[in-house]
């Protein structure tokens, strides 16, 4: 079995009822085919990056649990047909489990780090491949800029 981290964004006018039955859906769905879950995690209502069905805010729910590899496809087909899932999303977890978020790693409380830390590692310019122009070998380039938008309505 493999760890899979599941997250739903919700309608965010559903009712903690409604919120709370879906959560027992998901859970009861990966439940029946024998996996374990690790974490379900509410992070409530967020403002989305853009609007989704006209909402600007939604509910997000998050979950981490370990399953055997037709539970995602489940999980998804049972999103897709409900119109209270606005989206959703479910990655593999290659490597160790990460750590669980909170509210503070979500950007509503500011997080500080304890102890040096390290500074990045310089990055290393590479060369052009061979025939390649760049802008110093060819100070002549020119650049076309327009003065009115395109309009083609």
Known sequence: MRFYETTIVLDPQSED?????EVEKVTN?????????VTTQKWGVKRMAYPIQKHAQAHYVHFVYQAPPSVPGELESMFRIN?????????LVEGPLP??????THG??????SGPVEPAP????????????????????TVAV????????
Do not use: F, M, Y
């Open 17 to 21: 009822a409604v919120i709370e039955r």
């Open 29 to 37: 769905t990966i439940a029946r085919a024998e996996g374990k879950l």
């Open 83 to 91: 119109e209270t899932i606005l989206r959703h999303l479910t990655v």
């Open 99 to 104: 750590k669980p978020r909170t509210a503070e």
């Open 108 to 113: 509503e409380a500011t997080s500080t780090v």
């Open 122 to 141: 310089a990055v290393q310019p590479t060369a052009a491949p061979t025939g390649a122009t760049t802008a110093e070998s060819s100070p002549d380039t």
């Open 146 to 153: 327009a003065d009115e938008p395109d309009k083609t309505s």
